[in-house]
């Protein structure tokens, strides 16, 4: 089975959809529509064969075949490697999930250029797999790069009224960040000695750079990566893209596109790059904490309700990057979980209001009321994808915030200060990290505040305007294809553990990384470790009292009493198993490699 090439084929089989359509008559609008939602059909069936032979104890890349391991470029280095580990697994899943879903949604609502359209979607499916499954840096970036055109076009061709505005805007934003990380990619590739731009060897090198180098190829990775998030103050582009964006471009963009800005921080920056990582933590997770209230108070205002989502993901992507910098199992696992949870519930919430426009061409919470009188079954399903959203427990968002504020609440990472620092010492990591938290938990409320607000305003009360009464509820199709997205709402939800299960091999792993190469922070690392240790002593001893959900999605996160022999250091202890676990010169601003354990 391993010598199939499921990853390529997984990446490669919409493409090969978009180059059957290029083929058919523009007039087969029909033809159009099945065909594309025929290939992302059979791109999520070819898919399953990752998840069903995906080996949870192996925290490396797997399920790549000889043939997906050659060279691409010869001549500078660059090769064909791709690979899954269970942090990429996941989101490979939730693509290919969507892709299909994507493509009906949008069977009653673009009438123009159908060809056209659907050709976008297929051609953006495949370089959002391609830059998820990609172990070479220079091929990341060419699917990177290739996500923005069709994604650019579906905005800006199909979009509303000011749909050029919202697909520049978006356009300028991401290009400024991509040129940026481009100067780090060849900056990287010269430090390497010129010849690879292979994942373990970029990595390895970035470990062995100065603090100063670490901290300006940190700013040039973050950036572009953060931009994409996105994380406050770079969200602006974000809400115009949403509301501007076809259903399908904003299922897309928040479901997908904006969970390639935290992998590209997991995958490349923050291992390449600990130590400056562990300077900008405290930072970022302030930025992350007030993007978090201010999304969501921003949210509560907005009469738009396809805005108001919008400003909703800038509240709940605040809480993956503060997460994935606090730099704990948990809180990584809850990150990398939340995004997946977000991507499930949000994408539902523009499913349900792209429904809604279609029959109404308007989103003004001020034009609807009562709709559970008239459309009883869509208003079931919205309360469900809007709980969902809002983390009631029992449904897909409550895990991940839980995780992420539990473990956040762990993180030394967190403080204001190096740790060997006297002003450090003195203001309190612990301070730090639970008022960081304190502040991030009212998010939780905020949105239940104003996901609450839409369900009262637009379900109901009186059947304010007659044109509510008239509505006619979900058709078969449109029940067919959000049926799956309400199931996965409670299966993640009920049952978290066959999803952090997976992860939890490449989450040590990860962390092992990034802990073996910030010489320059061992006390922050050794604290942060003794820290998770102690919560985890806790949760074990009093698991005979903790409610069911709570053990459910805390039983595996991370590995099991510390990071064990995951770590190598200077002093000869185990490395990690991997090439990133070498061991580095000590540099800035530590004087000496700490002994890791």
């Not at 738009?304 to 992507?317: G, P």
């Not at 730099?327 to 949000?346: E, F, K, R």
């Not at 994808?385 to 427990?393: D, E, H, K, Q, Y």
């Amino acid at each position: 089975m391993f010598e199939i090439p499921w990853i390529t084929l997984t990446v490669f089989l919409p493409l090969i959809g978009a180059g059957v359509l290029a083929f058919v008559p523009g007039e087969h609008r029909d033809l159009h529509r099945y065909i594309a939602a025929l290939f992302m059909g059979l791109t999520f069936l070819v898919s399953l064969p990752l998840m069903i032979n995906f080996d949870p104890a192996n925290g490396g890349y797997q399920l790549a075949s000889a043939a997906e391991n050659i060279a691409w470029i010869p001549a500078i280095g660059a090769s064909y490697r791709v690979g899954i580990d269970g942090i990429s697994l996941w989101l490979v899943m939730l693509t290919t999930f969507l892709g299909p879903i994507v493509v009906l949604s949008g069977f009653g609502a673009v009438e123009e250029r159908v060809k056209e359209y659907h050709l976008c979607l297929l051609v953006l499916q495949t370089a959002m797999l391609g830059a998820l499954v990609s172990l070479d840096l220079l091929l990341f970036y060419v699917f990177w790069e290739l996500m923005l055109v069709p994604m650019y076009l579906l905005i800006g061709i199909w979009g509303g009224q000011n749909r050029i505005y919202a697909a520049v805007k978006l356009f300028l934003y991401t290009m400024v960040g991509s040129v940026l990380m481009l100067v780090g990619i060849l900056y990287l590739y010269a430090k390497a000695g010129g010849s690879t731009f292979d994942i373990d060897t970029i990595i390895s090198t970035g470990q062995a750079l100065s603090f100063n180098e670490q901290r300006l190829l940190f700013a040039a990775f973050a950036l572009a990566f953060l931009i994409k998030v996105p994380l406050f103050p770079f969200h602006t582009w974000l809400p115009d893209a949403h509301v501007q964006a076809p259903t399908a471009g904003s299922v897309i963009l928040a479901s997908i596109l904006l969970k390639m800005g935290t992998y590209g921080l997991v995958r490349y920056a923050m291992p390449a790059l600990p130590d400056a990582m562990y300077w900008a933590a405290p930072a970022i997770a302030i930025l992350s904490v007030v993007g978090i209230v201010y999304g969501a108070v921003v949210a509560y205002v907005q009469k738009d309700v396809k805005k108001l989502v919008a400003y909703s993901s800038v509240s709940h992507l605040g809480f993956v990057t503060l997460g994935l910098f606090a730099m704990t199992s948990v809180s990584v696992t809850g990150a990398l979980y939340q995004s997946l949870a977000h991507g499930i519930s949000t994408g539902g919430l523009f499913l349900m209001i792209g429904i809604l426009y279609e029959r109404r061409h308007t989103r003004m919470l001020a034009d609807f009321g009562g709709l559970t009188k008239s459309i009883p079954r869509y208003a079931v399903f919205f309360v469900i994808v809007a709980f969902a959203s809002a983390g009631v427990p029992g449904l897909v968002g409550f895990v991940g915030e839980f995780m992420i504020l539990l473990g956040s609440s762990a993180s030394y990472a967190l403080t204001l200060g190096d740790m060997a620092h006297p002003f450090g010492l003195a203001f309190g990591p612990d301070k730090m990290a639970f008022a960081l938290v304190a502040v991030a938990a009212t998010g939780v409320i905020l949105g239940a505040l104003y996901l609450l607000h839409v369900v009262q305003k637009m379900l109901f009360g009186p059947i304010t305007d007659p044109k509510n009464a008239e509505l006619s509820d979900l058709t078969p199709r449109e029940i067919g294809y959000m049926l799956p997205v309400i199931a996965m709402c409670f299966v993640m939800g009920l049952f978290p553990q066959p999803f952090l299960s997976r992860m939890e091999a490449s989450v040590t792993r990860l962390i092992g990384t990034i802990e073996n190469g910030a010489n320059g922070y061992g006390p922050v690392v050794e604290a942060n470790q003794d820290r998770e240790a102690t919560y985890r002593d806790w949760l074990h001893r009093s698991a005979a009292t903790q409610p069911w959900a709570i053990q459910a999605e805390l039983g595996s996160a991370g590995a099991h009493g510390g990071h064990g022999g995951g770590h190598g250091d200077a002093a000869g202890h185990d490395g990690h198993d991997g090439a990133e676990g070498a061991p580095h010169d000590p540099h800035a601003p530590g004087d000496e490699a700490p002994s890791h354990h």
